[in-house]
């Protein structure tokens, strides 16, 4: 039972370039979303995802962008990387609202 | 704006002593309220949650945690910490008018002497 994976574990940008951190889940569920994870900040929602077709932004989304196509899949991309975005992003997702979230085991991602 | 607060960034204590993590949050609406503890270099794993049945919530590993409406507390406790303890624990919260999205404390990392 996959639950939910994320891809890269570690990736190393240089300022200004993109890339997509992807994030897959088996469990069939509705609600998705990404955090990223700073020290002393705890998790901080970027963007989330209702269902298929649907999303919307978090507390920290400038610099990042989201789109669901499909139930299983809710990619990350970072249009141009800055060294801010230097941090551990983490999917989630959940079946609703009173239960609880499935973590990935996250991407390290260093912009240099 | 709502909000969920851990008291106190890092905790010691000594192996076999009492483990208690503190976790407030804003709001008086009810929340769902969630426990996950993060190892080094690994994702969250869930150690417990309330859903509005039992005050009183067991969760794995000997962990447990009490729900007080009047304190707005969620306060995660174990009688006795093991070295394997050692790692950082988060509250989180959903508020069931939200979309259902997750707000987290910032952390509280234990640490338990030999």
């Known amino acids: 039972n996959a639950g939910v994976t994320q891809t890269p574990k570690f990736q190393v940008l240089k300022t200004g370039q993109s890339m997509t951190l992807q994030c897959a889940q088996d469990?069939?569920?509705?609600?998705m979303s990404w955090y990223r994870q700073d020290p002393g900040m705890g998790l901080r929602l970027i963007h989330y995802?209702?269902?298929?077709?649907?999303?919307d932004q978090g507390e920290v989304p400038n610099g990042y962008n989201v789109s669901r196509s499909t139930t299983e899949d809710f990619p990350l991309r970072l249009l141009s990387a800055a060294p801010s975005q230097t941090s551990v992003y983490f999917c989630?997702?959940?079946?609703?609202?009173?239960?609880?979230?499935?973590f990935g085991q996250g991407t390290r991602l260093t912009v240099v | 704006a709502q909000s969920v607060t851990q008291l106190g960034s890092h905790v010691s204590v000594s192996e076999g002593a009492l483990v208690l993590l503190r976790c407030n949050y804003s709001s008086s609406v009810p929340p769902y309220l969630f426990w996950y503890v993060q190892y080094p270099n690994q994702g969250l794993q869930l150690l417990l949650k309330y859903t509005s049945a039992a005050t009183l919530v067991k969760g794995i590993n000997g962990f447990e945690a009490e729900f007080k409406k009047s304190e707005t507390s969620f306060h995660l406790t174990k009688p006795s910490a093991h070295m394997s303890d050692a790692a950082e624990y988060f509250c989180?919260?959903?508020?069931?008018?939200?979309?259902?999205?997750?707000?987290f404390g910032k952390g509280t990392k234990l640490s338990v002497k030999p």
């Open positions: 469990m069939n569920h509705e609600y």
């Open positions: 995802s209702v269902g298929a077709g649907i999303t």
């Open positions: 989630a997702s959940s079946s609703g609202r009173n239960t609880e979230a499935f």
């Open positions: 989180a919260v959903r508020w069931g008018g939200s979309q259902g999205n997750l707000i």
